[in-house]
């Protein structure tokens, strides 16, 4: 797939926002990159403009049967001087993945990444460079056709927008534990569905339950698997491991979960560390079992968004299970600290991750 991208460049930016107080994907830079897709062309017209509305057919397919997909990565600045990507080709690979089961046409990921690269270095200003803050960035596809039939659409549209990020929680600062809430009623996906692909719907299905999690007094939901409502899936916003006695639990890639890419990274850390990783099944009930045995030492969540957010708290219907006494334990820390510190070019990168952006590039 060979594109030239056209760029057209805004000449006064916007005003930056507050970077002390950034939460999640509230503000977004100058400039996004678009794309568009029809049956004719394929992908065509890639090109880099001012970030700003879109104006589209209310019959879009994407507003009524939600074909759509989505990825979530992150620009850090880099304490070795310049910006770096952190696996960028897995999002963009993921993405194809995701675009497959949603019946969208696929793109080439090294093209993508590239294009990225191109509005990275145009809003570079835009990369916030304090601890703990990096440039989220959203690359997402729509299907676009005017049309009421339930069918695959034949035009669709792709676009990266980027957005300054602190923490994603906003509760606390990235290390302070979350709390969790285990549902055990509805359910998140179930194997032949869509739960492993970044799609909407996947998201849009778990917000009535977030809403019930957050009045019981809890940060995020924790998802069992849909035919036995028993064993661990994940937190939606992220996956989860846990340390039991020792060693290294998290829910095997089951279909229905994410693949995700920092658990991606997490497991093969431990494993660089010595850690024994086992992905397998584990139920709410080995977890409960472990709990009452002094043996669950920590749980954590992974995920771009969320980083690795340590968990204090899980309540299981009349139980809350108190992790670590609700503080960070160490092999948390340690994560966050190892994975953070190759993404902004403070710890070696032993394991290859990181993707710099030269200057060069626009
Ligand atoms: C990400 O971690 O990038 C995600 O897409 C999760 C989303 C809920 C923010």
Redesign the pocket.
């Known amino acids: 797939m060979e594109h030239d991208i056209t760029i057209k460049q805004v000449t006064t930016g916007k005003t930056k926002p507050d970077y002390n107080h950034l939460s999640f ?1 509230k503000y977004f830079t100058d400039h996004m990159f678009v794309m568009d897709y029809n049956e004719e062309d394929g992908w065509f017209d890639a090109r880099i403009t001012p970030y700003e509305p879109l104006l589209m057919d209310p019959s879009s397919l994407m507003f009524h049967y939600g074909q759509s997909v ?4 992150k620009a850090y600045t880099s304490k070795k001087g310049g910006i770096q990507l952190f696996r960028p080709e897995k999002n963009f690979n993921r993405m194809n993945i995701s675009s497959d089961r949603m019946n969208i046409p696929e793109v080439d990921p090294d093209f993508l990444v590239d294009a990225l690269k191109k509005l990275l270095h145009i809003d570079r200003d835009w990369v916030p460079v304090e601890e703990g803050q990096s440039l ?1 960035i959203r690359p997402f596809i729509i299907a676009t056709e005017p049309a009421l039939s339930v069918k695959p659409a034949s035009q669709y549209k792709l676009m990266i927008i980027l957005s300054p990020v602190g923490s ?1 929680y906003a509760q606390s600062d990235q290390m302070s534990p979350v709390s969790i809430y285990v549902e055990d009623e509805y359910v998140r996906s179930v194997r032949g569905l869509v739960g492993f692909t ?1 799609t909407a719907g996947n ?1 849009a299905a778990s917000l009535k339950v977030q809403k019930k999690a957050e009045e019981l007094g809890y940060d995020q939901v924790l998802w069992l698997d849909a035919i036995e409502k028993k064993y661990i899936e994940e937190v ?3 996956n989860i491991f846990f340390k039991i006695n020792g060693e290294i639990i998290t829910p095997a890639l089951n279909g229905s979960i994410l693949d995700g890419i920092t658990r991606d990274s997490v497991i093969e850390l431990l494993r660089h560390w010595g850690w024994n990783v086992h992905e397998r099944r584990i139920s709410i009930d080995e977890v409960k079992q472990a709990h009452v045995d002094g043996e669950l030492e920590e749980v954590f969540g992974t ?4 980083v690795i957010s340590p968990v204090g708290r899980l309540k299981w219907k009349d139980e809350e299970l108190v992790i670590n006494g609700n503080q960070t334990g160490p092999v948390s820390y340690d994560l966050y600290d190892t994975i953070s510190g190759i993404q902004t070019g403070a710890k070696e990168d032993v394991l290859g991750w990181t993707v710099p952006l030269q200057e060069q590039e626009t």
Request: aromatic share 24%; net charge neutral.
């Open positions: 994907g989505f990825e979530g990565l989220y994603y970044k998201y939606g916003s992220m995920g771009t968004a969320a």
